[in-house]
């Protein structure tokens, strides 16, 4: 399972509105078992994010500015046809709860049929991580509450900055 330079390639896919400690946490588990984690951002015009693609991507990288192992990249289209693109043989996704597991199961087994050639990874974060969601740091943080440790700290400053834009607006 290696693409022609003799890498394992990953890609994590995902909205990543934005990066939460879970996707930190699954990104540096794909990191310990791939040459490359490709953390693909999904172009989506129909969803309307807190923050811009670009924004979503820096903050990415600059958390994993220092991890050589760790690319960040956009993607739109199929997913699969991403990953053949990339060199990928592999999907990485984030398994929380039972609760994710059907869909995970859907998109596994869908994408399988679409490329049989690339397998999904379903990885566990930590147990402190099996709670949180990029939509429930965003609502808790929009409401006061503290998401301290929850998102990484330049993410959270960059909520910080959006919310006091908005309450400015
Ligand atoms: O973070 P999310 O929103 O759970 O990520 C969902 C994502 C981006 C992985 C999924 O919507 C996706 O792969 N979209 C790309 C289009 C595609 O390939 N759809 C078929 C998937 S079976």
């Known amino acids: 399972m290696a693409n022609e330079r003799n890498e394992r390639i990953a890609v994590y896919p995902g909205t990543f509105d934005p990066l939460t400690n879970g996707h930190v946490d699954i990104i540096q588990r794909g990191a310990g078992l791939f040459d490359r984690i490709v953390v693909a951002i999904l172009v989506n015009p129909d969803k309307s994010p807190l923050f811009t693609?670009?924004?979503?991507?820096?903050?990415?990288?600059?958390?994993?500015?220092d991890e050589p192992r760790v690319e960040v990249d956009l993607f739109e289209g199929?997913?699969?046809?991403?990953a053949r693109q990339r060199g990928a043989h592999a999907i990485v996704r984030g398994l929380r709860a039972v609760s994710d597991?059907?869909?995970?199961?859907?998109?596994?087994?869908?994408?399988?049929?679409?490329?049989?050639?690339?397998?999904?990874?379903?990885?566990?974060?930590?147990?402190?991580?099996?709670?949180?969601?990029s939509r429930l740091a965003k609502e808790v943080f929009s409401l006061g509450g503290s998401i301290h440790g929850l998102v990484p700290d330049l993410v959270e400053q960059r909520l910080t900055e959006r919310l006091r834009e908005h309450n400015d607006a």
Do not use: G
């Open 53 to 65: 693609i670009e924004e979503r991507a820096e903050m990415a990288r600059e958390v994993f500015a």
């Open 101 to 133: 597991f059907e869909f995970e199961m859907q998109m596994a087994l869908m994408n399988r049929r679409l490329s049989p050639d690339i397998e999904t990874v379903l990885m566990m974060p930590a147990e402190s991580y099996t709670y949180l969601s």
């Open 78 to 82: 199929l997913l699969v046809e991403y």
